[in-house]
């Protein structure tokens, strides 16, 4: 009896890192969709920056008529890098942060007890 018991549980653990894993895989593919927009957007806004140039040194050179595009394309950059940011901050949530040792700053793997690096022992 306890022998089924035992498989009961460790059947009810399997079940229980399945669930964390497939989570943990939907955030990954979220981050994943989140980088391919911010990098999408960071063209757009390198784009908007050359024709803001551009449209700047035609106005320089006596252009007229162009100050209400470089409005717009300023406003609409300002406005893709509130985004950038608002994804980059989704981004960083989703993104474990791997822990740090106290002592030498190093990134430590997980379930370290010891620090790689200088050796000093991992507290909780």
């Known amino acids: 009896m306890e022998f089924i018991k035992n498989i009961g549980e460790k059947a009810k653990d399997i079940g229980e890192k399945a669930k964390g894993l497939t989570r ?11 980088r ?17 140039g551009e449209l ?7 252009e007229e008529g162009l100050g209400e595009e470089i409005q717009r394309l300023n406003q609409s950059t300002q406005g893709l890098e509130k985004e950038i940011d608002m994804l980059n901050e989704q981004i960083a949530k989703l993104t474990p942060k791997p822990p740090i040792c106290p002592k030498c700053n190093a990134e430590l793997p997980e379930e370290a007890k010891y620090c790689p690096a200088c050796g000093d022992k991992v507290t909780e």
């Open 56 to 62: 700047s040194y035609r106005n320089f050179k006596g």
């Open 36 to 52: 391919y927009e911010v990098n999408k957007l960071e063209k757009i806004v390198k784009n908007n920056l050359e024709a803001i």
């Open 24 to 34: 943990r895989s939907g955030e990954l593919l979220e981050v994943t969709k989140m």
